[in-house]
């Protein structure tokens, strides 16, 4: 499990053991399972206009990262809070409603993903991963996921 959420760092730190919902009022996108190293990273890309080679989606680690630091985890790493690269808010922040179709469509065909999307499945978690980004509207807030596994 995969919840994204707009914090400052303090309260971010707080909520590493039990999740954004421990901590009232975050702004939060809750999903199943959305990794920000592979998946955002890919997403970063495709906003940003790196076009795809064939039906390869495009993927630059050394220039998208969209993984930040780790905030905390536990001492097993079943589950954390991980800070998501402020460069790649920023461009999910400035796209477009336009673009969300396009871009989702890109995504969908990355190979990460467990299963097929069907077209615009996944024009709605673009979206929702677009308006909590915007939620980030000063200097000491940032976006993060907490990670919760099985």
């Known amino acids: ?85 402020d460069g790649f808010v920023r461009a999910l922040a400035g796209l477009a409603d336009e673009r969300i179709p396009a871009v989702a469509a890109v995504w969908s065909r990355c190979e990460e993903w467990i299963g097929d999307w069907e077209p615009g499945e996944l024009d709605d978690t673009v979206l929702g991963l677009r308006d909590l980004a915007r939620e980030v509207t000063r200097p000491d807030l940032g976006m993060y996921m907490w990670w919760s596994g099985p």
């Not at 206009?49 to 001492?75: C, H, K, N, Q, S």
């Open 1 to 85: 499990m995969t919840d994204y959420f707009v914090a400052t760092a303090g309260r971010a730190a707080a909520a590493v053991e039990h999740g954004p919902a421990a901590e009232p009022d975050l702004p939060t996108l809750e999903m199943k399972w959305v990794e920000p190293a592979v998946l955002g990273s890919s997403l970063w890309a495709i906003i940003e206009g790196v076009p795809a080679e064939g039906d390869r989606v495009p993927l630059d680690l050394d220039r998208y990262d969209a993984a930040g630091e780790i905030v905390g985890a536990a001492d097993d790493y079943g589950h954390g809070v991980l800070r998501i690269a």
